[in-house]
């Protein structure tokens, strides 16, 4: 059980950090907006992934600080717990509350996690259920989508191949995609593509620079993570912004590369988008890969049109305006540093510190004089 | 090679098919020579076209020298029946009386268009009673 716990606490972890990383980025979006990079479309997706990488290798942070402590890095008696933080203020009479009901709400992860992992109530019992269903749930979702994938490109055909790069012509699909398996790398492109050599083209720089920006391997990675955080809207929202930001940086970057025409290039994103609703998919199910244009009205996650319309409006307005996508490595660190700091802060406190001693005898003492005024 | 057989062509490949069957053979640059200059479609594209055309059953190739030479392996009549069965399955309820009826309200058809019609059901009949 004790194993059960660790793994449910920085499951926990994990969830309250992408609430806080993501409030962080939005931060960070805004500035960046009004500070003259709001089309550094690729430094913001790098930015992005980076915070993202740092949440799931936030454990490591907490290890080099507890190491750092036992090493006498740190000094003794410092804390960087938030809860430590607040037990404190509340002690100094900085806010007035019940004893008894603060106790409760630092307890909250302890009940949190008493009520999933030992459920004795049905209420407890549905939501471990519901819990559990819904990670199988989504996480059969991806391998079924995974299999729909394997099966479009298996019924395609083999056009040319790069070294891992497979580059396949299908009859099923109208809109150019990438994808990958564990050793190999697919571009499938719709086969009456072959006859405009324009689109052809555009099409391929598109999606040669999605394996540059590695977005394959994020939509895989993120597809599979929705299933362990299904719950949490956040991943959501993260999930979206990823695949805005992907595609306002695909289209600019192959723009800057390849000098095509922003009037070819949007002529092919629309004449694709044609195409697809004039032969929609009959499988409607989200396939981990990366497309040119996604056509389809989502409710939750991107909505197609509205994202084709922001990348043309995009395009025609940054024309001109390209501006220097060179990470910015101080911003990065910046974010990471308070990843860091908030991974630590928010860590389960379960030592018996003095505080914690005290306020437990507060709590009883309330109790004892509830107990006292009701005889 | 592994074969994948499919039934229908797509837009493209009608196209290549329907070339092939008026040269009755050729290489990608004789089937290329056969289209409309404004085409513009690369030698390589056209090469793919026609490889996926043998990949799936249309058309067979023999090397002569380092060219290939490109037969259609189906009639184009057989590949009209083909046609116009799925789309009387598809679009008329697999019945072709409605095909036909649909196809003779037309305005655009001549008399001369309707006899020939006419010529062709008699003949089809007069065959089925003997």
């Known amino acids: 059980m004790i194993q059960a716990s660790s793994i449910f606490n920085a499951y926990i972890n994990i969830n309250i950090l992408l609430v806080i990383s993501f409030s962080l980025w939005l931060i960070v979006r805004f500035i960046l907006n009004r500070s003259g990079m709001k089309y550094a479309y690729s430094t913001q997706l790098r930015l992005l992934n980076c915070v993202f990488l740092a949440i799931l290798f936030s454990p490591l942070f907490v290890l080099g600080f507890n190491l750092a402590g036992q090493y006498g890095a740190i000094p003794a008696g410092f804390s960087l717990n938030l809860s430590d933080f607040v037990l404190a203020q509340y002690l100094n009479g900085s806010f007035e509350m019940q004893a008894v009901e603060f106790e409760q709400a630092l307890r909250l992860r302890d009940t949190l996690r008493l009520n999933l992992l030992q459920p004795t109530g049905w209420l407890g019992f549905m939501v471990a259920a519901l819990m559990i269903a819904g990670c199988l749930g989504f996480f059969l979702r991806c391998v079924v989508a995974g299999f729909q994938l394997r099966n479009i490109i298996g019924r395609s055909y083999p056009w040319c191949r790069f070294g891992t790069l497979h580059l396949r012509l299908s009859d099923t699909t109208s809109v150019p995609f990438s994808a990958r398996s564990l050793r190999k790398r697919y571009i499938v492109i719709p086969s009456a593509m072959l006859s405009r050599s324009e689109d052809l083209k555009i099409a391929l720089a598109h999606e040669f620079q999605h394996f540059r920006q590695r977005d394959v391997e994020w939509e895989i990675a993120l597809e599979l993570l929705k299933s362990v955080f299904f719950w949490n809207p956040v991943i959501y929202f993260w999930k979206r912004q990823i695949e805005q930001l992907r595609e306002l940086a695909c289209d600019q970057q192959v723009l800057q590369r390849n000098h095509i025409n922003v009037r070819a290039y949007c002529d092919c994103l629309l004449r694709v988008c044609r195409d697809s609703l004039a032969n929609p998919p009959r499988d409607r199910i989200a396939l981990p890969s990366v497309a040119l244009v996604q056509c389809e009205l989502k409710i939750i996650g991107v909505d197609g049109v509205r994202l084709l319309r922001q990348r043309i409006e995009s395009l025609c307005r940054s024309q001109g305006e390209m501006q220097s996508n060179r990470p910015k490595r101080w911003l990065m660190a910046l974010l990471i540093g308070l990843i860091a700091v908030s991974t630590i802060a928010i860590q389960d406190q379960s030592d018996w510190s003095q505080d914690r001693l005290m306020l437990s005898s507060i709590a009883n003492l309330e109790r004892l004089e509830v107990l006292n005024s009701g005889q | ?130």
Do not use: C, H
């Open chain 2, 1 to 130: 090679m592994k074969d994948k057989k499919a039934e229908f062509l797509t837009e493209v490949e009608l196209e290549f098919m329907s070339l092939l069957w008026q040269l009755g053979q050729g290489s990608v640059r004789d089937v290329l020579a056969k289209m409309a200059p404004a085409r513009n479609l690369a030698y390589t594209s056209a090469a793919t076209i026609l490889r996926i055309l043998e990949q799936k059953g249309f058309v067979a190739s023999t090397k002569q020298g380092k060219t290939f030479i490109y037969k259609p392996l189906l009639e184009k009549d057989a590949y009209q029946s083909r046609s116009l069965k799925k789309l009387s399955e598809n679009l008329f309820d697999n019945t072709p009386s409605i095909l036909v009826a649909r196809l003779v309200d037309d305005s655009d058809m001549t008399e001369y268009a309707l006899e020939e019609i006419r010529a062709l059901i008699e003949k089809r009949l007069k065959n089925d009673t003997s």
